[in-house]
């Protein structure tokens, strides 16, 4: 929809080659979004390192944008396995149709958390990447002023007391 400007702005969109052809981004990003793998509880997986992840499978949401970690991932011989969505992909994690998932910590944990498994789920870590989430805006006449403001004033935000309490709160 901000392709074709019938909304002012898309929220937590990567920056990306085709989406610079339609939209303005502030400097400042709203948060970065990790792209980290999952396993069960029970798997003898213990990093993310990816030589012991050759041969395993990771499950994805079709369509999503994982700053090509996905694409390094099927490069180091891991098979890609895509889920209609994070429930989707969770209930492949936990029922062992796959060894990983690969997703983003905050959504997965709260999903998983949601479908009362968050227990049966670990992260592996480190995380494979970060990747800046924008509030990026359309290509409206002013959109433009209106991305530089918005940067400024989402910059001078993250100096505040406020902004320190939600981090800590939601533990970013």
Same mark, same amino acid.
């Given at each position: 929809f901000v392709e074709t400007q019938r909304v002012d702005a898309g929220l937590c969109g990567?920056?990306?080659?085709?989406?610079?052809?339609?939209?303005?981004?502030?400097?400042?990003?709203?948060?970065?979004?990790?792209?980290?793998?999952?396993?069960?509880?029970?798997?003898?997986?213990t990093t993310s390192y990816r030589s012991p992840l050759s041969g395993k499978s990771f499950a994805l949401v079709k369509g999503y944008s994982y700053g090509g970690i996905d694409n390094e991932l099927e490069a180091d011989?891991?098979?890609? =396995? &895509?889920?209609?969505? !994070?429930?989707s992909m969770i209930k492949l994690l936990t029922l062992g149709r796959v060894e990983t998932v690969l997703d983003t910590t905050l959504p997965f944990l709260a999903d998983a958390r949601r479908?009362? =498994? &968050?227990?049966?789920? !670990?992260?592996?870590?480190?995380?494979?990447?970060?990747?800046?989430g924008y509030l990026f805006f359309s290509r409206k006449p002013g959109h433009e002023t209106l991305a530089d403001?918005?940067?400024?004033?989402?910059?001078?935000?993250?100096?505040?007391?406020?902004?320190?309490?939600?981090?800590?709160?939601y533990g970013l």
């Open positions: 990567t920056r990306t080659e085709e989406r610079e052809d339609f939209s303005h981004y502030p400097d400042e990003p709203l948060l970065n979004y990790d792209a980290t793998l999952f396993v069960r509880m029970d798997s003898s997986l011989g891991m098979s890609r =396995v &895509e889920a209609t969505g !994070r429930e479908l009362g =498994v &968050e227990d049966q789920v !670990r992260p592996l870590l480190p995380s494979l990447a970060e990747t800046p403001r918005f940067s400024k004033a989402l910059t001078e935000f993250k100096t505040t007391p406020k902004f320190l309490a939600i981090k800590q709160r």
